[in-house]
C-alpha cells in the first residue's frame, strides 16, 4: 500500500531557477509532514516539515507548500543550486503515532 | 555537530544466519527508530522504541526481527535468520522525544544476504 506517492523518479533544472517536488498521499488522518534530502551514501537528512494546521512552511530557499483537501504537499527550492542535487523524500504521519511512511523519492539534479 | 552513528557500513551475510546491526544515536535523544530501504525502493519504518521498549512497528517488523538497547549508548537490530529479500540499506534514526518529528539519520548499514 502507497499511502505516500512521489510520481516523479527524477527532475532536472538550471541552476537559479525553481525546482518544485511533488508529493501525494491517500491517509486523511495523516497531519504531519516531512522533506528529507539523501546523498549517495548518506542517511536521509531532514530538511523541512509542515503540520496540518498550516498549508506553508518557509525556510530560507526552501518552501513547503500543503494542500489538504488535494491531498498534496509539494517542496519549492528557490534559486536552485548544484548542491542541492539528491534525492528528496517525503514522508507523512500522524500527531498519534511515530511511525511515519515515506515516497520513493525524486532524484533532483540541478544543471549548472 | 552530533550525529547517530552505524556499524558496520556494509555487512554480508548467508542465508539462514543471524545479524545484529548497531547504532549509536545522539546522546540525548530518547526516541529510537529503524528503516529500511530496499534497493530502488522506498524507505520503510521498521519500529520505533522508547523506555526499553518498542512503542510502535510495521508488519515488516515480524518475529524474525527484535531491537535491543543493551547498553546507555548502543541500539541494536537482531534478524535471527535472514532471508534473502532482507537485503537493504538498514537506516538508525533518533529524536529527542516522541513529537520531535525531526529525525536524526544514520548513515546506514548495508545488508546483503547471499
Given amino acids: 500500500d502507497q499511502q505516500v506517492k512521489q510520481n516523479s523518479p527524477s527532475l532536472s533544472v538550471q541552476e537559479g531557477r525553481i525546482s518544485i517536488l511533488n508529493c501525494d498521499y491517500t491517509n486523511s488522518m495523516f497531519d504531519y509532514f516531512l522533506w528529507y534530502k539523501k546523498y549517495p551514501a548518506e542517511g536521509p537528512t531532514f530538511l523541512i516539515s509542515i503540520s496540518s494546521i498550516k498549508d506553508k512552511n518557509e525556510d530560507g530557499r526552501f518552501t513547503v507548500f500543503l494542500n489538504k483537501s488535494a491531498k498534496h504537499l509539494s517542496l519549492h527550492i528557490v534559486p536552485s543550486q548544484p548542491g542541492d542535487s539528491a534525492v528528496y523524500f517525503c514522508a507523512a504521519g500522524s500527531n498519534t503515532g511515530n511511525q511515519f511512511y515515506f515516497g520513493t523519492g525524486t532524484s533532483l539534479t540541478v544543471i549548472p | ?114
Fill in chain 2, 1 to 114: 555537530e552530533p550525529e547517530v552513528t552505524q556499524t558496520p557500513s556494509h555487512q554480508v551475510t548467508q542465508m539462514g544466519q543471524e545479524v545484529i546491526l548497531r547504532c549509536v544515536p545522539i546522546s540525548n535523544h530518547l526516541y529510537f527508530y529503524w528503516y529500511r530501504q530496499i534497493l530502488g525502493q522506498k524507505v520503510e519504518f521498521l519500529v520505533s522504541f522508547y523506555n526499553n521498549e518498542i512503542s510502535e512497528k510495521s508488519e515488516i517488523f515480524d518475529d524474525q526481527f527484535s531491537v535491543e538497547r543493551p547498553d546507555g549508548s548502543n541500539f541494536t537490530l537482531k534478524i535471527r535468520s535472514t532471508k534473502l529479500e532482507d537485503s537493504a540499506m538498514y537506516f538508525c534514526a533518533s529524536s529527542a522525544s516522541g513529537h520531535s518529528y525531526e529525525q536524526y539519520f544514520g548513515p546506514g548499514t548495508r545488508l546483503t544476504v547471499t
